[in-house]
């Protein structure tokens, strides 16, 4: 691309050029720069978009059992009204309920920020799978949250019962050593892995406390929506 | 004021002096340490034994190897490779598979030593690196536990000693082979945890009882649970004037308080200060390693602050970090502010104003 | 090309972040990035691609304006069009790969700092044409990326025992029963691995030096 023409000629040999040539020149390289921007932005933005959407997508259909049909809510618990839990809704081919798939967020990793996602099916009270969506933890090590069939066992089948309340878990999710679980609630964590393990571990038990309620109070609409 | 009770005597040069040499204080050291090496065979038995063996011999044909390489004589005769082959066998816990120590053993003297230029220019403790880097290469193995006083532990080896070289130690096998042992000696339980882990990790915080802790009947690395023992030997090496006594000191010292002042806040939650001083490591640490001669500082006061700071950052590493023992990198740490501390303790020349600025070197 | 001063050949340009001036093992610059990322394989290769493709467009775009920018301002300048190729960058990797982006976390916006890219707008693209600044931009980010390789290629294999792990073609070495030495994985290992390849390169640098001196001479 041709810049030349509007980027005013300096000449260069003269070392103390005046205020405004080197307004001029970094005003120009900021305008390009701009353009140019938003040109890639615009491109990419629609396959951006499309790539997390399908992410999502086809991670909900895997996490909730026979899924062909995926549909977003929204929902607000009343403990902490500032902060939209989403709830993604499998549905079968005929629009009948199947279960959910629900977000768990940590800050706490050895990467930072680890995002997943797991299955939910309220009838049941059983968490059916997770699947990592974010994660920079460190690779062969942190990231084996990911890929560790040891570890994904835990979450393969587990059940999470509410107490008589219907507001809290009856059994809190709560971290062991590796080789030690067994218990209600209780998930191995992987060894050489704790960091990452525990903050899988506290997101889940973060989302599994707030949503699971939520999901049993608004279950009737959840069930009408796929009609 | 009588000047002729201590007269001042001025001798005409040449002056003769008691001849202590660096390979003299390294030898002695060496002796003090058969002590300890003796009682960690004794309590784990034939692993033990054949770790020391290995440690010691890998650095001493590390640093061979070394001094081969960049064609000068060779230094073991100055036994310092041997006490750094010996402290790390003793720092490393009593199942550690051999290929590991070996490994470990290459990595601290030739990367700590041997690149440097050999001893006396050292800035760390080589088996504290060696022991570093197989904590971080390795902490599964690293941090399994045998206990003490296993029966049948002179007739057989444990099962991960003798893992094949880069594979992985096989833990499992470990645990069945001291749940077998214990019962024969009609024991039902082992939680596979020292004194330290039990006091962090357990829901309930566990306080082992003291007598335990000083005789050295726990778990924990080779060399280290003797607490007695190495006391002994560490006054050995005082008394024969081989040891700077106030890093020790100072050490203990720092310890000491701010585990005391922990543990008046929340007598539940935080162990004793004695309990600090004489669990994991950190005797050991103060009298055989933090006293490395090369890696602290040189003058007097700074000398104590470096003990202080060792002893603190090891309460602080106890207490906050994610690992129950942070002897070793607490020495790290001193040893990597030690020339700081060397120049920052500068005494003032006789005659001058102190200057208020660093000294330069 | 008439007001080019005679130099060196494009050949020797292009050839030059090989090896005889390989910017991490001999100018040691961005080792930030070296250190950060090196630990598997197709880390590495992504990084190395992405520095490539920054060095060449801001190569191209800085020496068509070398002319125009006043002295006082051309760092500013250099830096606003390195950052626009770098965000660049990160909107086409999210585009094509999630996976990937997630895996390179905030190495790809770090490109920005990568002393590389600067380095060479202020020793080379801006004062060479367009053609010698995208032959060294070029053969710098390949010597950049046969670096990372010569790292990450190392860290992984001892430290998960694999090659190419996280991709569709990854190969373990050892079997399962290898004990991988997490160390390696860790930023220590960068750190060891980087040490050691330096001590390498630097002594058959000095023997080669010595031979061809000896040579020389007789």
């Known amino acids: 691309m041709s810049v030349s023409e509007t980027?005013?000629?300096?000449?260069?040999?003269?070392?103390?050029?005046?205020?405004?040539?080197?307004?001029?020149?970094?005003?120009?390289?900021?305008?390009?720069?701009?353009?140019?921007?938003?040109?890639?932005?615009?491109?990419?933005?629609?396959?951006?978009?499309?790539?997390?959407?399908?992410?999502?997508?086809?991670?909900?259909?895997?996490?909730?059992?026979?899924?062909?049909?995926?549909?977003?809510?929204?929902?607000?618990?009343?403990?902490?009204?500032?902060?939209?839990?989403?709830?993604?809704?499998?549905?079968?081919?005929?629009?009948?309920?199947?279960?959910?798939?629900?977000?768990?967020?940590?800050?706490?990793?050895?990467?930072?920020e680890i995002k997943l996602l797991y299955g939910y099916i309220p009838d049941e009270h059983k968490i059916v799978g997770t699947k990592v969506l974010l994660c920079k933890e460190t690779p062969g090590l942190g990231d084996k949250i990911k890929t560790d069939e040891h570890f994904q066992k835990n979450f393969e089948s587990l059940s999470v019962p509410l107490d008589d309340s219907r507001q809290h878990l009856l059994y809190p999710l709560k971290l062991v050593k590796a080789g030690a679980g067994g218990g209600p609630g209780q998930i191995e964590a992987i060894s050489g892995a704790t960091i990452s393990s525990t903050a899988v571990v506290n997101g889940m038990k973060e989302s599994t406390e707030v949503v699971l309620p939520l999901v049993h109070q608004h279950l009737q609409e959840l069930k009408e929506q796929g009609k | 004021m009588s000047t002729e009770a201590r007269p001042l005597i001025i001798g005409s040069s040449p002056h003769i002096r008691v001849k202590q040499s660096v390979p003299d204080i390294m030898f002695h050291v060496a002796l003090a340490l058969l002590p300890v090496a003796a009682f960690a065979v004794w309590s784990f038995g034939l692993s033990a034994l054949l770790l020391l063996l290995t440690t010691t011999?890998?650095?001493?044909?590390t640093e061979h190897t070394a001094c081969l390489i960049a064609r000068r004589s060779t230094t073991i005769r100055d036994w310092s490779v041997v006490v750094t082959g010996l402290i790390l066998g003793l720092t490393l816990p009593p199942?550690?598979?051999?290929?590991?120590?070996?490994?470990?053993?290459?990595?601290?003297?030739?990367?700590?030593?041997?690149l440097f230029g050999g001893l006396g220019y050292n800035c760390f403790n080589p088996a504290l690196v060696g022991r570093a880097f197989l904590q971080i290469a390795f902490p599964i193995p690293l941090t399994t536990w045998t206990p003490p006083d296993l029966p049948g532990r002179f007739s057989s080896l444990l099962p991960t000693t003798l893992t094949f070289p880069f594979l992985r130690a096989d833990t499992a096998a470990l645990a069945d082979y001291i749940r077998t042992a214990l019962a024969s000696g009609g024991v039902d339980g082992w939680s596979g945890a020292t004194p330290l882990s039990m006091w962090k990790f357990a829901e309930v915080p566990q306080f082992e009882s003291l007598p335990r802790l000083f005789l050295g009947s726990i778990a924990g690395s080779t060399g280290e649970t003797a607490t007695w023992l190495i006391i002994l030997c560490g006054l050995y090496l005082i008394a024969r004037n081989m040891m700077n006594w106030r890093i020790?000191?100072?050490?203990?010292?720092?310890?000491?308080?701010?585990?005391?002042?922990?543990?008046?806040?929340?007598?539940?939650?935080?162990?004793?200060?004695?309990?600090?001083?004489?669990?994991?490591?950190?005797?050991?640490?103060?009298?055989?390693?933090?006293?490395?001669?090369?890696a602290s500082p040189m003058t007097s006061a700074g000398v104590w602050i470096y003990g202080f700071f060792i002893g603190m950052v090891t309460v602080i590493i106890r207490i906050f970090g994610a690992l129950p023992e942070g002897v070793m990198f607490a020495i790290l740490l001193g040893n990597a502010v030690s020339?700081?501390?060397?120049?920052?303790?500068?005494p003032r020349t006789y005659g001058l104003v102190r200057q208020k600025r660093w000294i330069k070197q | 090309m008439s007001m080019e001063k005679?130099?060196?050949?494009?050949?020797?340009?292009f050839f030059a972040g090989f090896w005889r001036d390989n910017p991490v093992f001999v100018m040691l610059l961005g080792t930030c990035p070296t250190l950060a990322v090196t630990n598997s394989v197709i880390n590495c290769f992504a990084m190395g691609v992405s520095t490539l493709f920054v060095l060449v467009m801001s190569g191209i775009l800085i020496s068509m304006l070398r002319n125009f920018i006043p002295k006082q301002v051309r760092i500013a300048s250099f830096i606003v069009v390195i950052a626009t190729f770098v965000t660049i960058v990160d909107y086409l990797i999210q585009s094509i790969s999630l996976d990937l982006y997630d895996s390179l976390g905030a190495f790809i916006q770090l490109i920005v700092v990568n002393c590389i890219i600067l380095g060479r707008a202020e020793a080379f693209a801006s004062r060479n044409g367009v053609m010698r600044s995208v032959l060294d931009a070029i053969g710098m980010g390949i010597g950049f990326t046969i670096a990372l390789l010569c790292l990450g290629v190392v860290r992984e294999v001892l430290g998960n025992g694999t090659l190419l792990m996280n991709t569709p073609y990854e190969i373990s070495l050892f079997g399962p029963r290898f004990e991988p030495w997490s160390v390696m994985i860790l930023p220590p290992g960068?750190?060891?691995?980087?040490?050691?390849?330096?001590?390498?390169?630097?002594?058959?640098?000095?023997?080669?030096?010595?031979?061809?001196?000896?040579?020389?001479?007789?």
């Open chain 2, 57 to 61: 011999a890998a650095c001493v044909a």
């Open chain 3, 190 to 218: 960068g750190f060891f691995v980087l040490g050691v390849e330096l001590l390498f390169f630097n002594w058959w640098r000095k023997r080669k030096e010595a031979r061809a001196l000896a040579q020389a001479k007789a």
């Open chain 3, 6 to 13: 005679k130099g060196p050949s494009s050949w020797d340009v």
């Open chain 1, 7 to 112: 980027t005013p000629p300096v000449d260069q040999k003269k070392d103390n050029a005046g205020s405004l040539a080197m307004l001029r020149t970094l005003g120009a390289i900021s305008f390009v720069s701009g353009i140019l921007l938003s040109v890639v932005y615009q491109a990419t933005f629609s396959r951006i978009q499309t790539n997390t959407e399908e992410r999502i997508r086809s991670t909900v259909l895997e996490l909730v059992p026979g899924s062909v049909i995926q549909k977003e809510f929204t929902f607000f618990s009343e403990a902490s009204p500032d902060v939209p839990r989403t709830v993604y809704a499998g549905y079968d081919a005929s629009g009948t309920f199947l279960g959910v798939a629900l977000e768990a967020i940590d800050l706490g990793g050895y990467g930072g």
């Open chain 2, 95 to 114: 199942s550690t598979p051999l290929w590991m120590a070996v490994l470990g053993s290459i990595f601290g003297v030739s990367v700590t030593k041997s």
């Open chain 2, 339 to 346: 020339p700081l501390i060397t120049s920052a303790t500068q």
């Open chain 2, 248 to 294: 020790p000191a100072g050490m203990l010292l720092g310890a000491f308080l701010l585990s005391g002042a922990f543990w008046l806040s929340d007598k539940t939650h935080y162990p004793s200060p004695m309990f600090m001083l004489f669990s994991g490591g950190l005797m050991f640490g103060a009298l055989f390693m933090a006293s490395d001669m090369v």
